[in-house]
T-cell receptor
Framework: EAGVAQSPRYKIIEKRQSVAFWCNPI?????LYWYQQILGQGPKLLIQ????????DSQLPKDRFSAERLKGVDSTLKIQPAKLEDSAVYLC????????????FGPGTRLLVL | GEDVEQSLFLSVREGDSSVINCTYT??????LYWYKQEPGAGLQLLTY?????DMKQDQRLTVLLNKKDKHLSLRIADTQTGDSAIYFC??????????FGKGTHLIIQP
């Protein structure tokens, strides 16, 4: 079974530029999550989708971050404009979504903002 | 909201048992997880325990849950150099997003 796919794996941009990350969850998983992991910390939930609807985006900085999952499968996370403090690893995870007890994580996108 | 705490470092000798501890604050957390992260890699689910269980064993891994004290531990028997990684404790309620601790760096001494 293929795992959660993410691209790109690495991205370097200058502050005030825009960047987008892509995630393809495990086939059949209804729930998709985006986490931000800053160096030396645990992952922090940014947004959670159930199919194509947002379940929880309470920790998403909505002035600069946006995410969508239009067809209920893959998802994009965008930052516009980026700040230095956005340097982090962005992790995508998915779960079956029925009971959702197991979240499977992708390899992450490592973002460096200069 | 939920808060998860764990110590930052643990050093053990190869062959000994490692015990990584974690505390959480939200008693309504339904599932408690242990993830492993190796340098430059994503998060690997090691094991999880449902909140109505006290113990779960899976090969070299033993998870103990004290729900009264909101304390979770992960014991790794016969620790090997390949176990060197950051171990994250996480708490959640089924399909909800997870709250992670800051991670415990497990250092293996030869």
């Amino acid at each position: 079974e293929a795992g959660v796919a993410q691209s790109p794996r690495y991205k370097i941009i200058e502050k005030r530029q825009s960047v987008a990350f892509w995630c393809n969850p495990i086939s059949g998983h209804a729930t998709l999550y985006w986490y931000q992991q800053i160096l030396g910390q645990g992952p922090k939930l940014l947004i959670q989708f159930q199919n194509n609807g947002v379940v929880d985006d309470s920790q998403l900085p909505k002035d600069r971050f946006s995410a969508e999952r239009l067809k209920g499968v893959d998802s994009t996370l965008k930052i516009q404009p980026a700040k230095l403090e956005d340097s982090a690893v962005y992790l995508c995870a998915s779960s079956v979504g029925d009971r959702g007890e197991t979240q499977y994580f992708g390899p992450g996108t490592r973002l460096l903002v200069l | 909201g939920e808060d998860v705490e764990q110590s930052l470092f643990l050093s053990v000798r190869e062959g000994d048992s490692s015990v990584i501890n974690c505390t959480y604050t939200d008693s309504s957390s339904t599932y408690l997880y242990w993830y492993k992260q190796e340098p430059g890699a994503g998060l690997q689910l090691l094991t999880y325990i449902f909140s109505n269980m006290d113990m779960k064993q899976d090969q070299r891994l033993t998870v103990l849950l004290n729900k009264k004290d909101k304390h979770l531990s992960l014991r790794i028997a016969d620790t090997q150099t390949g176990d060197s990684a950051i171990y994250f404790c996480a708490a959640g309620g089924g399909a909800d997003g997870l709250t992670f601790g800051k991670g415990t760096h497990l250092i293996i001494q030869p």
